[in-house]
């Protein structure tokens, strides 16, 4: 801290004077100076090997940690690669066996459709012949009735023209047993047709249709009329059937024409060529 300002600075006090140094100190002093730098590089190699070694320990040690590791990393990623490639193998199979199932069901069900369209075409095959015979028992009934007429009935005025006979009792009774019959049958044939119609088989359309080919079979030309023009089909002879697309029986039908000579082209020339095949 500077003396305040007006005050004198109390005089230094004289340095102490420097030793003095006989000639053995001095000879000894002048000697250790001179192997200093020796003994300095001396000191210096020395720490200088010993910090190499310890380096040199050290590098060895680090090196056998990063060779470990670096073997356990090889390990680590050969054993990854290896459960990657199983992995993905094992997809690979479950994919094929997926696609291999789905394929297989693929098929099955297309195997199905057609063995259950084949069986319902096998059911039509079966109730066409029981249809065609209905048709004709109903057609041959029909006509007996109209043939026959309706019977008198009893009364005042059938005794008196002598028709009040236990035989024309018969008559009347046969008469509507023939009735009741007919009904029966009407309801047999409508339920053969509900079958059919379960099974996707519908009958093809006749009445008031233009003729076919391809759905129907000429077996029989009319004159044409104004009802029934040129091409168009007059009555049928047999009922066809088909099952969507496919045809199952076609149509025999009788087709007004206006040269009866020439037969609708597509058609059988007579009906011996009319295949029956399908029954």
């Known amino acids: 801290m500077p003396p305040p300002v007006g005050v004198a600075r109390p005089p230094e006090p004289p340095a102490a004077p420097a030793p003095e140094l006989d000639a053995p ?12 730098p020796t003994r300095l590089e001396q000191q ?21 940690q990063v060779s470990r590791a670096g073997r ?14 199983q992995t993905t193998a094992t997809l690979e199979m479950l994919r094929a066996a997926d696609a291999h199932h789905t394929s297989e069901l693929e098929l099955l069900q297309q195997q199905l459709a057609h063995t259950r369209t084949q069986h319902q075409y096998d059911v039509a095959l079966a109730l ?60 047999v044939r ?9 099974a996707g088989i519908e009958p093809i359309p006749t009445a008031n249709q233009v003729f076919d080919p391809h759905l129907h079979h000429a077996l029989d030309l009319a004159s044409s009329s104004a009802t029934h023009p ?9 009922r066809g059937y088909c099952m969507g697309p496919r045809i199952i029986r076609h149509a025999d039908v009788v087709v007004a024409s206006d040269a009866c000579a020439t ?13 029956r095949s399908n029954g």
Do not use: C, N
């Open 25 to 36: 100190a001095l000879r000894e002093l002048t000697a250790q100076l001179a192997t200093l």
């Open 190 to 198: 409508q339920r053969v047709f509900d079958l059919l119609a379960a």
């Open 230 to 238: 040129d091409g168009t089909i007059i009555s049928e002879l047999r």
């Open 72 to 85: 356990e990393q090889f390990k680590a990623t050969t054993l990854a690669e290896a459960q990657y490639e």
């Open 128 to 187: 066409l012949p029981i249809a065609d015979s209905l048709d004709e028992a109903l057609r041959a009934g029909e006509q007996l009735l109209t043939t026959t007429g309706a019977p008198v009935a009893s009364g005042w005025l059938a005794r008196t023209l002598g028709l009040d006979t236990p035989y024309m009792s018969r008559i009347t009774s046969m008469h509507e047993a023939v009735q009741h019959w007919l009904v029966g049958l009407t309801y």
């Open 44 to 64: 210096l190699e020395s720490q200088h090997s010993s910090l190499q070694a310890a380096l040199l320990e050290r590098l060895a040690t680090l090196e056998k």
């Open 263 to 275: 037969p609708p082209e597509g058609s059988p020339t007579a009906p011996a060529d009319v295949d």
